[in-house]
């Protein structure tokens, strides 16, 4: 890539961070090469699709994801592992509002520029459901998909304001249902 082009495409994705941490997955994409000082045919030369811009975005979130659950596979309680995973999954999904919308749309979707991500963040948590589950710490009749499925709702709160202060509550009634050697939380 030449210097000028790996500029603009750092720059792209620097300005495009703030506006969509900002103003959501559906920001303004005319905003973000505006304000990035670029005409909106560079922006797209780069990322030709909003896709593309989200993959770009979360890619570097996804493979700290998939990072991290390598890392929780070694701990000794399979069962916290899992959830400790899911939890900061479910937090990276609330850097950008409205992006889990196309994530989960991009797991059937193998044309899709976020495919790839997206099946790698599910298949870093089907790890440690499966580990957990050998274990019989974790209900044996879930897979990746229902997983994935579970941090997209519990995602979803986040973009709901009258939920957000039931999240971390629904977060442990969810979490007492996968696991099976947890009691059920009293109701606060």
Sequence with gaps: M??????????LLAVARHVVTEHGADASLRDVAR?????????YRHFPTREALLEALLRTKFDESAQRASELETWDNAGNALVTWLREAIA???TYRGAIAPMVAAIADEGSALHASCVSLRA???????????EGVARGDMDG????ALISALAWLADQPPLVPRADHLFDVISSAILTDRQEPAIP
Aim: net charge positive.
């Design 2 to 11: 030449r210097a000028d082009a790996k500029k603009n495409y750092e720059q």
């Design 35 to 43: 304000k990035a000082g670029v005409g909106l045919g560079t922006l």
């Design 92 to 94: 990276m999904t609330h």
């Design 124 to 134: 870093a948590g089907t790890r440690l459901l499966v580990r957990a589950q050998a």
């Design 145 to 148: 998909n229902d997983l994935f």
